[in-house]
């Protein structure tokens, strides 16, 4: 079983719509989860940045980390083309800062 | 001013070749990485720097040979290389103590013919 499972989709949705984007994991030390979005022939950029349980917004963005259920979810509201890319989700324990566990990535199809 | 840049971004070379990616960050980061992502997107550590120092190696045939000159520099060399070598690598950086995320190059796409 892989530490860090994403659905590859692709998801594609219209404009406008909001968009649920998932990992789940197996190791409970993960207290640190990133989000990255990757547009093609580029590198992944960093979208959010989370510690622990809770949510954190930054404009359309919305991390939410359920740490009792080791799921993360990224949301995006009113989606647009722009955000057509593979969205990466990736963890960190403590004390091991350089050892990044990385889904698979799902790709959006935002639809005008 | 990129933070993370690499070059070149593209390689087209024949098997059996050596060729060379360079990688240079203006972050400030003291730990350095190449990764290698395949076509379906996965991203696979390769080794990871930290002040100079090699603290990832994994599994990786030892015809790659990284090499960090210093703390702003990873450079990755890679002898006789095979059709399977084919992918995009990624040099990426961060600071280990902060815990800081992972910030990435562009990519060199490599073709192995």
């Known amino acids: 079983q892989k530490e860090v499972e994403q659905d590859p989709g692709p998801l594609s949705v219209p404009e406008g719509a909001i968009v649920s984007l998932n990992c789940t994991y197996s190791?409970?030390?993960?207290?640190?989860f990133m989000w990255y979005r990757q547009y093609s022939r580029k590198g992944p950029e960093l979208l959010m940045y989370?510690?622990?349980?809770g949510n954190k917004e930054d404009g359309r963005f919305t991390a939410q980390v359920d740490k009792s259920s080791k799921y993360i979810s990224l949301f995006i509201r009113d989606s647009q083309p722009s955000d057509s890319a593979t969205y990466l989700c990736a963890m960190i324990r403590p004390y091991n800062f350089n050892k990044f566990y990385f889904g698979s990535g799902t790709k959006l199809n935002v639809k005008p | 001013d990129t933070a993370v840049s690499q070059t070149p971004k593209y390689l087209v070379t024949q098997m059996g070749n050596d060729k060379s990616i360079k990688c240079e960050q203006n972050l400030g980061h003291d730990t350095m990485y190449w990764y290698k992502q395949d076509s379906k997107k996965f991203l696979k550590i390769m080794f990871s720097?930290?002040?100079?120092?090699?603290?990832i190696n994994e599994t990786v045939p030892n015809r790659f040979s990284p090499k960090s000159p210093d703390k702003a520099h990873l450079n990755l060399h890679i002898n006789s290389l095979e059709l399977g070598d084919s992918a995009v690598y990624f040099c990426?950086?961060?600071?280990?103590?902060?815990?800081?995320?992972?910030?990435f190059g562009n990519g060199t796409r490599l073709t192995v013919t």
């Open positions: 989370t510690y622990s349980s």
């Open positions: 190791n409970s030390a993960f207290q640190y």
């Open positions: 720097y930290n002040n100079k120092e090699l603290i």
């Open positions: 990426a950086s961060s600071q280990m103590e902060g815990n800081s995320p992972l910030h």
